[in-house]
């Protein structure tokens, strides 16, 4: 049962919404119970809501049964989110991806594409920000012939245009600043698989639901130029953006299913993993709830959410892993 604070009534959230949205690869882990702490803590000190989205747009990564062991553990760690459990996988949501992708076919600002990957990186001048080769823009001004199916991109600004230079100011990490044109290309918004990008999903989905102030890990916030982008494309509003630091292992590489993370604990030892977890984001309990129960824990937690504690720092390296 959730025994930390309960939702919130509509008004006093409405200057605040905020979500967690892991994506069912695989197990929860130590790495993304922060986000969920962070975010959460974040969202109720702030009076605000706290929605939970399951990130299953891309369905060959979906791991079946994470969603399930997902939601059991944070019911398990005592989160209480607001309303229903949204899934990107939903065919209205896709339905909600489809439309906003027409409309931006529509003014001209979506354009599909049928270059390999083989083919783009031969053709491309540089990596982006995510190390993949950045598109020449080889289908931007030439269309694919033929039926496709076909991957879809986003025409982003020309560079050196004022619209090309975008500047997030992050509640913990500072300025993030891309030029997109150069540090990314137009990016794929719905891939030839017919699966739609996290890039879009998240945009769209964020702006549905009225997210306003959007905590996650900081091993997205080279993303988060792509997805104002997108924004202003959509003519949405921009949310505000805190990205935490993420738990790393000795390599240097962030926690997740591929660097063997653990699932973390299902009945036994939760109180102490949500101390680690606050811990790691600069939170000190006292020294006399290392014993305490869960629901002792979170009440000190509410009551002492700092973020001004919070380590601004894109990764932590965990001492034991
Ligand atoms: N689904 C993403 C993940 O699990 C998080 C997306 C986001 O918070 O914007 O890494």
């Known amino acids: 049962m959730p025994v930390s604070m309960p939702p919130t009534s509509p008004s006093s959230a409405a200057h605040y919404v905020g ?19 962070g975010s959460y803590l974040d969202a109720r000190a702030h009076g605000g809501q706290w929605l939970l989205r399951i990130e299953d747009v891309d369905t060959p990564r979906v791991v079946p049964g994470a969603r399930d062991g997902i939601l059991r553990t944070l019911e398990s760690f005592g989160f209480a989110w ?58 931007r001004d030439h269309p694919p012939a033929g039926p496709g199916p076909f991957a879809w991109r986003l025409r982003l600004p020309a560079a050196g245009s004022p619209d090309d230079a975008i500047s997030v100011a992050d509640r913990l990490q500072g300025a993030i600043a891309q030029h997109l044109a150069e540090d990314v290309g137009d990016f794929v918004l719905k891939r030839a698989d017919g699966v739609y990008t996290y890039q879009l999903a998240v945009v769209v989905d964020d702006a549905d639901q009225g997210v306003t102030h959007v905590v996650r890990g900081a ?9 104002v982008a997108l924004q202003r494309a959509l003519r949405l509003p921009t949310p505000s953006y805190l990205h935490l630091p993420v738990a790393a292992n000795a390599a240097g590489e962030k ?46 937690a509410h ?19």
């Open 19 to 37: 979500r967690f949205a892991p994506s069912p690869t695989g197990p929860l882990h130590f790495g993304s119970l922060v986000a969920a702490v």
């Open 82 to 139: 607001d309303g229903l459990v949204r899934n990107q996988s939903d065919p209205e949501r896709r339905s909600a991806y489809q439309a906003a992708l027409d409309r931006l076919t529509a003014a001209g600002l979506a354009y599909p594409c049928a270059c390999t990957r083989r083919a783009i990186a031969a053709a491309s001048p540089h990596a982006s920000v995510d190390g993949a080769p950045v598109y020449p823009g080889t289908c």
């Open 219 to 227: 091993d997205l916030i080279d993303s988060t130029p792509r997805q």
């Open 255 to 300: 926690l997740s299913k591929q660097t063997l993370a653990p699932a973390l604990p299902q009945s036994r030892e939760l109180a102490q993993e949500l101390a680690r977890a606050l811990a790691f984001l600069g939170q000190q309990p006292p020294a006399e709830l290392a014993a305490a129960p869960l629901d002792a824990l979170w009440a000190w």
């Open 303 to 321: 009551e002492h959410w700092s973020l001004a504690r919070v380590p601004a720092r894109r990764s932590i390296v965990l001492a034991d892993d």
